[in-house]
């Protein structure tokens, strides 16, 4: 079994990645700190140009 990834500790079952709940919990807190992100690729309109939002 993987280690926790958060402090490297042996994973639990009943948290599984983590260790405990509190480690599960930090790892949550990181997401919504946007410690985490998701690399994203903007879409490009047919001519290159990036689509905008305020075009009507």
């Avoid at 009943?14 to 807190?29: I, Y």
């Amino acid at each position: 079994m993987k280690p926790c990834p958060v402090c490297q500790k042996p994973a639990v079952e009943g948290f599984k990645p983590f260790c405990s709940g509190r480690c599960a919990d930090v790892d949550l807190h990181r997401w919504f700190g946007e410690t985490y992100r998701v690399p994203v690729k903007e879409d490009e309109d047919e001519d290159g140009q990036k689509e905008s939002e305020d075009e009507n």
